[in-house]
């Protein structure tokens, strides 16, 4: 499992892979619903873009996920794989500022 910020064809992305299949929901096609919460801030619940190959999520909030992130120590992700019970998994993001900053000045945008 990773998180991935990235700047593509001047377009931010933040995307969660889970090499994994997402749960079906209904009357959601190719979304996952993602939990997650950074740091000890309230957790949030989305329904982010799945991949085409289905184990990846992108949000759909990218540039203001980021933005919460820049200064945070750690996020917890939320997720449910197909036919299979919820995962959480902890990632440290500490000091990924300058990252997002090389991000953000290359996609034009202000962290």
Known sequence: ???????????????????????????????????????EQKPITEYWSESTDGKAAFSDTAINTLRKMAD????LIEFTP???????????IHGLRPLLQKIAETCNWKL
């Open 82 to 92: 197909h036919n299979a019970s919820p995962v959480t998994a902890k990632f440290d």
């Open 72 to 75: 945070a120590e750690s996020i």
């Open 1 to 39: 499992m990773s998180l991935e910020p990235r700047c593509k064809e001047n377009k931010t992305d933040f995307y969660f892979n889970a090499d994994t299949n997402f749960d079906v929901i209904y009357g959601r096609h190719s979304q996952a619903e993602i939990r997650y919460r950074i740091d």
